[in-house]
């Protein structure tokens, strides 16, 4: 027995070099603000200093009295809004001493958000061997088919891949997420980034790649797969920035949250889709990761287990030796796995 125990443990340290290390990315975004990227107004006469003649208004009226007449109304309508804002605010504040409530001060047109607030969040799902293949042949025909350099290009890319997942639901065994608040343009530009760059580097080889509608392609280094990995997962991140507020994931266990998370982010549309950047790993067939690799790399609470899988690190009942759950016997001794039972 302790003999044993030495081999399997001599498997465990030095048979498993060949680790997941092929990835691939494809992405892109607008980061310009939506008052630049829209077309700005030029028509109807408006300069941007003021009326010109061809808008039908003119300053050097002889008689001076028309004009005179629309700015003493429009100075009339300036008070009584102050004076109404300023009746409001105190009825609020009010509220707001009595009740204990952080009421907002809307007057009735909703809360007030800046133009170019932006959300950022981040879904990660991982996808047992059953759908591995298909999973990675599918997101490769996205990627290498897509134009990632038009708004266009990119939302459908965003609704493609999140249907993608959405029908394999059965088949996930790793969720994750995370919301971040809501911010400026400016300031959720650095934050996209770092989870882009995050994903991306948990993998070395990246074999493809489609930023911006550039595409490139790399050979990958030979992979032998081993006994111990199993069929193999594959994990798909999906780092998404919009102009409204996204889906909030509050739990992962039962997978509810992140599918109605897929849902929310299928539907967005090519005005309020900042950024889309969707990462998998592994890319190619021969690099297998099984679940204790995947979880060596994004320990709790990056990912967690869907509930029912058989994930993460079990320990053989006969020899003693790790290795992954989803695998039916142990690749140590042979030994089957606990409640399964050799055919």
Same mark, same amino acid.
């Given at each position: 027995? +302790?003999?044993?125990?030495?081999?399997?443990?001599?498997?465990?340290?030095?048979?498993?070099?060949?680790?997941?290390?092929?990835?691939?990315?494809?992405?892109?975004?607008?980061?310009?603000?939506?008052?630049?990227?829209?077309?700005?107004?030029?028509?109807?006469?408006?300069?941007?200093?003021?009326?010109?003649?061809?808008?039908?208004?003119?300053?050097?009226?002889?008689?001076?009295?028309?004009?005179?007449?629309?700015?003493?109304?429009?100075?009339?309508?300036?008070?009584?809004?102050?004076?109404?804002?300023?009746?409001?605010?105190?009825?609020?504040?009010?509220?707001?001493?009595?009740?204990?409530?952080?009421?907002?001060?809307?007057?009735?047109?909703?809360?007030?958000?800046?133009?170019?607030?932006?959300?950022?969040?981040?879904?990660?799902?991982?996808?047992?061997?059953?759908?591995?293949?298909?999973?990675?042949?599918?997101?490769?025909? %996205?990627?290498?088919?897509?134009?990632?350099?038009?708004?266009?290009?990119?939302?459908?890319?965003?609704?493609?891949?999140?249907?993608?997942?959405?029908? *394999?639901?059965?088949?996930?065994?790793?969720?994750?997420?995370?919301?971040? #608040?809501?911010?400026?343009? +400016?300031?959720?530009?650095?934050?996209?980034?770092?989870?882009?760059?995050?994903?991306?580097?948990?993998?070395?080889?990246?074999?493809?790649?489609?930023?911006?509608?550039?595409?490139?392609?790399?050979?990958?280094?030979?992979?032998?797969?081993?006994?111990?990995?199993?069929?193999?997962?594959?994990?798909?991140?999906?780092?998404?920035?919009?102009?409204?507020?996204?889906?909030?994931?509050?739990? %992962?266990?039962?997978?509810?949250?992140?599918?109605?998370?897929?849902?929310?982010?299928?539907? *967005?549309?090519?005005?309020?889709?900042?950024?889309?950047?969707?990462?998998?790993?592994?890319?190619?067939?021969?690099?297998? *990761?099984?679940?204790?690799?995947?979880?060596?790399?994004?320990?709790?609470?990056? *990912?967690?287990?869907?509930?029912?899988?058989?994930?993460?690190?079990?320990?053989?009942?006969?020899?003693?030796? #790790?290795?992954?759950?989803?695998?039916?016997?142990? #690749?140590?001794?042979?030994? #089957?796995?606990?409640?399964?039972?050799?055919?």
């Amino acid at each position: 027995m +302790g003999k044993r125990w030495v081999l399997c443990a001599l498997i465990v340290l030095f048979g498993s070099v060949a680790v997941a290390d092929t990835g691939g990315s494809m992405g892109g975004g607008n980061w310009s603000s939506s008052s630049s990227s829209s077309s700005s107004y030029s028509g109807g006469g408006y300069s941007g200093g003021g009326y010109s003649s061809s808008s039908g208004w003119s300053s050097s009226d002889s008689s001076g009295g028309a004009g005179g007449a629309i700015d003493g109304v429009g100075l009339l309508i300036g008070f009584v809004i102050a004076i109404l804002w300023l009746i409001f605010s105190g009825i609020a504040q009010v509220y707001r001493d009595n009740s204990g409530v952080n009421a907002p001060l809307s007057m009735g047109l909703g809360d007030y958000a800046p133009i170019d607030t932006v959300d950022v969040s981040v879904l990660r799902i991982a996808i047992d061997g059953r759908a591995r293949k298909f999973v990675q042949n599918e997101i490769k025909n %996205i990627a290498s088919e897509t134009d990632t350099s038009t708004a266009d290009g990119r939302t459908a890319m965003l609704r493609e891949v999140a249907i993608l997942l959405r029908r *394999l639901r059965d088949a996930w065994v790793y969720g994750g997420a995370v919301n971040e #608040p809501m911010r400026d343009l +400016g300031g959720a530009k650095p934050v996209f980034d770092r989870y882009v760059d995050d994903a991306r580097s948990r993998f070395r080889e990246e074999t493809m790649r489609n930023e911006q509608g550039k595409k490139t392609t790399t050979a990958a280094s030979s992979y032998t797969p081993h006994s111990d990995e199993g069929a193999g997962l594959i994990l798909v991140s999906i780092i998404i920035a919009a102009r409204r507020e996204l889906f909030t994931v509050n739990r %992962i266990g039962n997978g509810d949250d992140l599918r109605q998370a897929l849902d929310s982010a299928s539907q *967005l549309t090519t005005s309020n889709l900042v950024a889309i950047e969707v990462v998998w790993q592994p890319s190619e067939d021969e690099d297998r *990761l099984s679940s204790m690799e995947l979880e060596a790399k994004y320990p709790r609470p990056d *990912l967690i287990p869907i509930q029912g899988a058989l994930v993460g690190k079990t320990f053989c009942a006969y020899c003693g030796g #790790p290795y992954p759950a989803e695998l039916v016997s142990c #690749p140590h001794c042979g030994a #089957p796995a606990a409640g399964k039972h050799a055919a």
